[in-house]
């Protein structure tokens, strides 16, 4: 199962950012509007918790220790506080844009740096 969910890994991280991007924008779109989409917030949790386990199954637990699992692990927390505190806090959604453009643009031997120098998964 591991490997074809390897082997359709581009397909299948297009997929979820697609979602995670669309539900994004439009819950901070509904913003200018001062309404809340709940269908938005929760595509965007959902796919932003399914990237995340899209990467544990490719990278194992070790992930959790990297640079972009750290910042997807806060993006993620911060999405879900944010919709129990507030969906229309337009500051923690434009922090979450912040966060996501700089872990977007990270180069991968920054993203993949592991934090922790014992860092191992335990089997």
Do not use: C, Y
């Amino acid at each position: 199962m591991k490997e074809l969910i390897i082997r359709l890994d581009p397909a299948i991280k297009i997929a979820l950012l697609f979602f995670h991007f669309a539900g994004f924008s439009v819950w901070v779109g509904a913003l200018s509007t001062n309404q809340v989409s709940i269908t938005a917030i929760v595509v965007t949790i959902v796919s932003g918790f399914l990237l995340v386990v899209r990467e544990i199954v490719k990278e194992d637990l070790i992930w959790f220790a990297t640079v972009e699992g750290l910042f997807t692990i806060a993006k993620v927390l911060i999405l879900i506080t944010a919709f129990f505190i507030s969906a229309k806090d337009q500051l923690i959604l434009f922090i979450l844009i912040l966060l996501g453009i700089l872990s977007a643009h990270l180069p991968k031997t920054i993203k993949d740096k592991k934090l922790f120098n014992n860092a191992k998964v335990i089997e």
